[in-house]
């Protein structure tokens, strides 16, 4: 499981199980920011 505290999630290294997990996740919230973005700008 991801541990993400208030401050945002903490840095895995390479080595870790849950680096590809952890990559995959932060794409998925920028992904989002930019959707929630467009969405907001085409009102």
Not at 1 to 26: C, D, K, S, T, W
Request: aromatic share 10%; proline share 9%; no cysteine.
């Amino acid at each position: 499981m991801l541990e993400i505290g208030p401050r945002g999630p903490e840095r895995l290294p390479g080595n870790h199980p849950l680096a590809a997990h952890f990559n995959v996740y932060q794409w998925l919230t920028v992904l989002q920011e930019y959707l929630v973005l467009v969405l907001m700008g085409s009102r």
